[in-house]
Structures are given as structure tokens and as C-alpha cells.
């Protein structure tokens, strides 16, 4: 089983659509949970941070399942913009192994 | 705009030559990273260093060299590459796990390395 497991894709929505996406990882003591956004040709950027009382930041909520070793992110109202590939990320314990998940590519169309 | 630079952006180099990638920060993050993401995969991190020392080293072999001269400069130092090393080289940097937020990782742009 991989560390850091990722909905397949790729995702293909037309504007306006909410779309989620989920990601599973095995170490249960792993400390800390990211979104990273990654556009064609370009470096990973941090889209946000995931608690277990759930974050939202605009369009974007994410969600913590510690129990489950689930986390997930949903993206309201797609904008052409959001297309990109979006990546789970888990800190190991320790806090310094970053582990990151295979990445959804998400197409969102006019 | 990211405050990590990585120096060149792209680097064209022969199996027998010796390079290096030059990585910078400038927040003040006490842990420094280097990663290889190869198309259509998700970065793959090779080595951690925390206040300057070598904490993580993801079995990555010996003719890639990580040096960390200080807590703001990362360096990676090339010699006898593959061309299977063809890839993109992220540097990363980060407060640490006790640094709060969580050890957010922020990353550069990126040095596309090609090996001939």
C-alpha cells in the first residue's frame, strides 16, 4: 500500500461545478496534512493547510479524518484557473519526511 | 513570488562533468530540502537538512552531493550523472516541525536539469 494514496484522474468539469477530491495515507502518526497546487512545468504551492476541525479558505474547504487516515478537499464553483494538479501532502512522523500523494490533474473547461 | 531561488534554472550537462545547483532562502526556515520530480510523477525528496545538518538522506546515490554552507544556502553538487537523472531538481525550505504550521514546505522554482 502506497504512504500517501490519491483519487485517480484525471478530473475533466465544466466551469461552475464543485468537484472533490480525496487522499487516504498509512502512518497513522503522521503529524501534518497540506494541499499543494502544481501547474504545468512549475513548482508545487501551498493551496492549505488541513486541521481536523476542517479549514476553508474562499472556494476551497479541507478536511481532516485522523480516525479514517482521510483527507480531503473540495473546490466550489471551478474557475478556469483552477486547473492544475493537486497534490496531498503528509509530514511523517518527526515532522521532516514529507510524503507526497500522486496528484489529480483537474481540467476545468468553459 | 517565491523567496527561494534556485540557481540555474536550466543546466545542460555531460555524464562526466561535475555541476552544481545553488539553492537560497531568505526566511529565516531552519530546515532546507532537495527533491526530484520526474514528468507526470509527484516530487521524490532526496535530502533534509535541519540547523544546517544532515537529517534525512532518502538513499539517493553518491554522485548526487548535498552541502549546506549555512542555514540560508543549499547546494547540490553533480558529478558522473545518467541521463535517467534527467529531471526537475526542487529546492524547499521550512520553519521545521516545531516552528508551528505545521513544517510548511515552500519550494523554488525549480532547476530542469538535463544529462547527456
Known amino acids: 500500500r502506497k504512504e500517501v494514496e490519491q483519487d485517480p484522474g484525471p478530473f475533466n468539469v465544466p466551469e461552475g461545478a464543485t468537484v472533490a477530491f480525496n487522499c487516504t495515507y498509512s502512518?497513522?502518526?503522521?503529524?501534518?496534512f497540506f494541499w499543494y497546487r502544481q501547474d504545468c512545468r512549475k513548482e508545487p504551492k501551498l493551496l492549505m493547510s488541513v486541521y481536523s476541525s476542517g479549514n476553508e479558505d474562499g472556494r476551497f474547504t479541507a478536511q481532516l479524518n485522523r480516525a479514517s487516515q482521510y483527507i480531503s478537499l473540495l473546490i466550489r464553483d471551478s474557475k478556469l484557473s483552477d486547473s492544475a494538479t493537486y497534490l496531498c501532502?503528509?509530514?511523517?512522523?518527526?515532522?521532516?519526511?514529507?510524503?507526497f500523494g500522486a496528484g489529480t490533474r483537474l481540467f476545468v473547461k468553459a | 513570488d517565491t523567496e527561494v531561488t534556485q540557481t540555474p534554472k536550466h543546466l545542460v550537462m555531460g555524464m562526466t562533468n561535475k555541476k552544481s545547483l545553488k539553492c537560497e532562502q531568505h526566511m529565516g526556515h531552519r530546515a532546507m530540502y532537495w527533491y526530484k520530480q520526474k514528468a507526470k510523477k509527484p516530487p521524490e525528496l532526496m535530502f533534509v537538512y535541519s540547523y544546517e545538518k544532515l537529517s534525512i538522506n532518502e538513499s539517493v546515490p553518491s554522485r548526487f552531493s548535498p552541502e549546506c554552507p549555512n542555514s540560508s544556502l543549499l547546494n547540490l553538487h553533480l558529478h558522473a550523472l545518467q541521463p535517467e537523472d534527467s529531471a526537475l531538481y526542487l529546492c524547499a525550505s521550512s520553519q521545521g516541525p516545531t516552528g508551528g504550521s505545521g513544517n510548511t514546505i515552500y519550494f523554488g522554482e525549480g532547476s530542469w536539469l538535463t544529462v547527456v
Open positions: 502512518n497513522s502518526a503522521s503529524q501534518s
Open positions: 501532502v503528509v509530514n511523517g512522523p518527526g515532522g521532516f519526511k514529507t510524503i
